[in-house]
């Protein structure tokens, strides 16, 4: 964290999950739309402390410092998203029951 030693990475190790592909996507398409930068994710992250690196994983931190850049650049609000989150979770837990 922050430059500090933590050994090689094995990035081979790691099977990524299909959330963390679309993490990934998202950051690359809103970045290239010009919503945000590099180091505005960079301080996004940075903002969200040492602990946020022990209690989540990297694409979590990584979906928290998006969708913080996306607010920030008016994308949409808080209350916006968190009615969003409501009406996605009455879809059910599964793509199946989604599509039921």
Not at 68 to 97: F, H, P, S
Request: net charge negative; glycine share 12%.
């Amino acid at each position: 964290m922050g430059g500090q030693p933590a050994g090689p990475v094995k990035p081979a190790e790691h099977d990524f999950a299909l959330w963390e592909k679309r993490v990934d996507a998202l950051q690359v398409l809103m970045s290239s739309k010009g919503y945000f930068t590099v180091d505005g994710l960079r301080r996004a992250l940075e903002d969200m402390g040492e602990d946020a690196y022990e209690k989540y994983s990297y694409y979590e931190r990584w979906i928290a410092a998006v969708n913080q850049n996306l607010i920030e650049a008016g994308l949409y609000t808080l209350e916006e998203l968190g009615a969003k989150m409501g009406e996605v979770k009455t879809r059910g837990g599964t793509y199946g029951d989604a599509s039921a």
